[in-house]
């Protein structure tokens, strides 16, 4: 997956006749910086949380036949999900970050243990038990993971399919009913970023559409397929 990075100063120069655009590789930390051909340095932050970026790693990974990367991608898209989920709603209960990260330290490396915070910390929130994968869903992850199963299309598609009816209620739910602590997230993440740019100066901030979505809240676009996005994102492809 690659991200395209336009120059800011030459967009925003009338007297540049093009607008001069990087493509990098997606990066961990979510801070970039280019230099375009008219030597103007550009530092970005990636807006999107990692889960949002994760899915969309995994939708490509399909793109060029790589299943058993997107089988990979879309678990741990759902884990740091996970994750997320409980950071919004230690937000609701003034949890500082400080302390969430002291507490996320201690389960940090065992996915058990975090799904179990997510399970309890849901059920607490919503007074029901959360929705999960399913038992044929988790032997297959399994499988691909652990024992090295070489899935189909059709098997990576559906899978990623059954993650997205998995996230989405509950992405919703966070985007409508805690949008106060959604927007508090993206906040604490871009500081985060900030923190590591050169004298922690604020770099342009850079949003892209992806499956998952916590900026967009458009009903339709939470009820779209995996097969309807992978056509679009041929099509953006063809664009770069």
Known sequence: MKLPIFCVQCATDKKQKTNQMTMVDIRDDGLY???CE????????LQQQKFEILFDI?????LDGYYREAVSSFTTCIERFYEYYIKVISLKHEISEEVFLKSWKIVSKQSERQLGAFI???????????????????????????????????D???????VLKIVRPILYDLKMNYTKYVDKTIIQYLEAIKQKTPDKKNPNVMFISTVLSIAKREAHWDKMSLENFLVEMQKNRKQF
């Open 33 to 35: 910086q280019t230099v």
């Open 38 to 45: 008219n030597n103007h340095v550009n530092i970005v932050a």
């Open 58 to 62: 995994g939708a490509y990974a399909i």
């Open 120 to 154: 309890y910390l849901f059920t607490i929130e919503k007074k029901c038990a959360p929705t999960l994968l399913s038992n044929s869903n988790i032997e297959f992850r399994n499988a691909v993971i652990h024992k090295g199963k070489i899935p189909e299309e059709k």
């Open 156 to 162: 990576a598609i559906k899978y990623g399919n059954d």
